[in-house]
């Protein structure tokens, strides 16, 4: 048996450590790409808010009783409060980017890829209709619905994670 000449163990190291250094270079950048589609998540999630609360936020409870104190009515200031509790606040939005960094069994970056799209998706559905149009509402949802549960999923610890980001 031959064994192998010196100098390709000495030529060795510096490869290895060359590619732990690349290894090192590497991770810190995903994260960074995940952190940026996180971020834009997040963000699709809010413009959908906004899309949703334009027309549809009494379908959740934002209405104000009219001045007859029998009817109900969807002001400007019922909108504000649907979108400003309906986007993720700050705290939330810090959640959701810490827990897709931080996961370590599952790159999640093809599933955020998925859910900003289908979160963007939607909210042009929405912008398209009509305050009045329930029916198109309902076929908006629909698609959105099925567009989510297409996506790749999260693992379980995550899953669960996403989900409590949300009671933050």
Known sequence: MRSAPAH?????????LLLATLAGLV???????TALLAEAYVEAHDDRAEAFCRCFGPLLGYQSVGEDGETYIYTDRDRDRCASRERYAERQ?????DMFTSSV????????????DVESEY?????????DDLAGFDACTT????ATNACPRLTEDDEESFVNCHFI
């Open 8 to 16: 390709s163990h000495q030529r060795a190291l510096p490869v290895a």
């Open 27 to 33: 991770t810190p950048g995903c994260q960074d790409d």
């Open 93 to 97: 939005r810090l959640c959701m980017v």
């Open 105 to 116: 069994e599952f790159a999640p970056d093809d599933a955020l890829e998925c859910l900003r």
């Open 123 to 131: 909210a042009r559905c929405l912008d398209e209709l009509a305050c």
């Open 143 to 146: 698609e959105f619905n099925a």
